[in-house]
């Protein structure tokens, strides 16, 4: 295969310093380090420019794909409810296109024919770049070294790094495997491949626990227009800063904290503990908002476009029709949900205590049970009766019968 020019997306960390000199070997191609922040932390990104240069890359590209990351996925996945399996808030998968996107738009600039990643074969990643990468440039050949090479453990590429003289600070053992964004932190490896094992308080990072939160809880007042978070405690805010902050509050009060046994979708299960303080609170104030704006056949059709939508993320398909379609209806359904959410944190929960809308559906003089004068129980007769009116025929020909 003749590459001349390949664009890697790189971490710094042991698999992609190992990638660099190994595309060099069996390619005999220019090799341009490809980085993208998004929101990983300051500690992940130090020095990560001159580690590619060292491991042979001929330049090293850093870009800051927050903004769009927080605009352009997860507000809108927001929108949608999506939850995978009932529990995963989408953190590692959310990431990825605007990952891929910028990856292949780089590789585009610069004349490259060929784009890289270091993702496993057993893993659901490789699914999710490769199916970005096949939707925004087929052109491009895709290297997946892990499906080619001869390397088997840490040892082994540390072995190579040292045949090729390349410095790394990783060692032979590493207890877990962790991808890290502004939306979340994954942890998976070490016990937490036997499920029967409690995680120990080594495997978070993040947040506390809820036995070491505060005894005291938080509120914290947010507020929406059309399903976009828009202010803070009353003050307008960012959306990278909005997520950063209600991660700060959501750690503080051991929000957000799961362990989960999920389907992969290359077939197999996997056991992994994540952490998505704000985008729990974040959540449950758009449920709590939802359930004053929607009726319930909307309410209905939202969940069901949620659990679509989860798949779809999961599953790689952001660059597809279908996306676009699902999104254009769950964006719809939002142009409702304005209003003003306040949550209460307190050691693990996020409850909602007080929410108010100018589109709310709920009607004080409608539900009360005191005296009203806007509700004549009489006509709840006919309208069961018409409402049971096929069990009632059903009967009376099951009686006709003996």
Known sequence: MSIK??????SGGLDT????PWLKDNYNCEVIA??????????????????AINSGASSCYIVDLREELVKEVIYPTLKTGAVYEGQYLLGTSMARPVIARAQVKLALELGADALCHGCTGKGNDQVRFEGAFAALAPQLTVIAPWREWQFNSRQSLLNYLAEKNVPTTASATKIYSRDANLWHISHEGGELEDPWCEPSEQVWMWTKSPEQAPDKAAYVELSFDKGELVSINNQAIAPVAAIELLNELGSEHGIGRIDIVENRLVGMKSR???????GTILMAALKGLETLVYDRSSLKYREEVGLEFAQLVYDGRWFTPLKDALLAAATSLAEQLTGDVVIKLYKGNVTVAKRRSPNSLYSEAFATFEGDEVYNQKDAAGFIRLYSLSSRIRALHQQQKG
Request: hydrophobic share 40%; aromatic share 8%.
């Open 34 to 51: 490809f980085v993208a922040n998004v929101g990983q932390g300051d500690e992940e990104l130090a020095g990560v420019e001159q580690k």
């Open 272 to 278: 992994g503990c994540y952490e998505t303080p704000g």
């Open 17 to 20: 310093s190992a990638i660099v």
């Open 5 to 10: 020019k390949v664009v890697l997306a790189y």
